[in-house]
T-cell receptor, first 113, second 114 residues
């Protein structure tokens, strides 16, 4: 069964304290792995797509990496405005082009000034 | 980035009534649109996938007669919750599919059924 597990469930950081969020996945053929940011009461905001092991992408203080079993979202010197829930999702390489995403439960990040 | 809008953002209705939620892709054509629901402190669960001009494909356990989906054009999909009940109260989010299977999400609609 395709599955996505994110850890930790919640993470509290001080401003400037770098850390990483983990996304472990099992899928029968990975088409893509996606990271989203979700603020309370809002829809997910697209951050990154990773397609193959070894791939890395960066955006401001965020850097996403991918291996064959997991992905990490590294947050460097976070600021309070980085506080949000970060969602990881995978897309399996089957079922035609429907593009179904399987989401993890997310990591709720809180950054204190 | 690609922008998706939803309307309304929040709706409160009485039990037994029907509610329609619109999802529009504003600056791209979405051949595929997805509908999700999200319960408090839970992740997004896919309800159905709709392709323009054809019938929606529903996930297992989702009642197609209760959640009617119409994908009338490349920029508009609607979800109608028929005969809504309190257990249908949730956060409904749509997304539009773009190149390389990336999905861009709308801001969501909070449905409360009294």
């Amino acid at each position: 069964e395709d599955q996505v597990t994110q850890s930790p469930e919640a993470l509290r950081l001080q401003e400037g304290e770098s850390s990483s969020l983990n996304c472990s996945y099992t899928v029968s053929g990975l088409r893509g792995l996606f990271w989203y940011r979700q603020d309370p009461g809002k829809g997910p905001e697209f951050l990154f797509t990773l397609y193959s092991a070894g791939e890395e992408k960066e955006k401001e203080r965020l850097k996403a990496t991918l291996t064959k079993k997991e992905s990490f979202l590294h947050i460097t010197a976070p600021k309070p405005e980085d506080s949000a829930t970060y969602l990881c999702a995978v897309q399996a390489n089957y079922g035609g082009s429907q593009g179904n995403l399987i989401f993890g439960k997310g990591t709720k990040l809180s950054v204190k000034p | 980035g690609a922008v998706v809008s939803q309307h309304p953002s929040r709706v409160i209705c009485k039990s037994g009534t029907s509610v329609k939620i619109e999802c529009r892709s504003l600056d791209f054509q979405a051949t595929t649109m997805f509908w999700y629901r999200q319960f408090p402190k839970q992740s997004l669960m896919l309800m159905a996938t709709s392709n323009e001009g054809s019938k929606a494909t529903y996930e297992q356990g989702v009642e197609k007669d209760k959640f009617l989906i119409n994908h009338a054009s490349l920029t508009l999909s609607t979800l109608t919750v028929t005969s809504a009940h309190p257990e249908d109260s949730s956060f409904y989010i749509c997304s539009g599919g773009l190149a390389f299977y990336e999905q861009f999400f709308g801001p969501g609609t909070r449905l409360t059924v009294l």
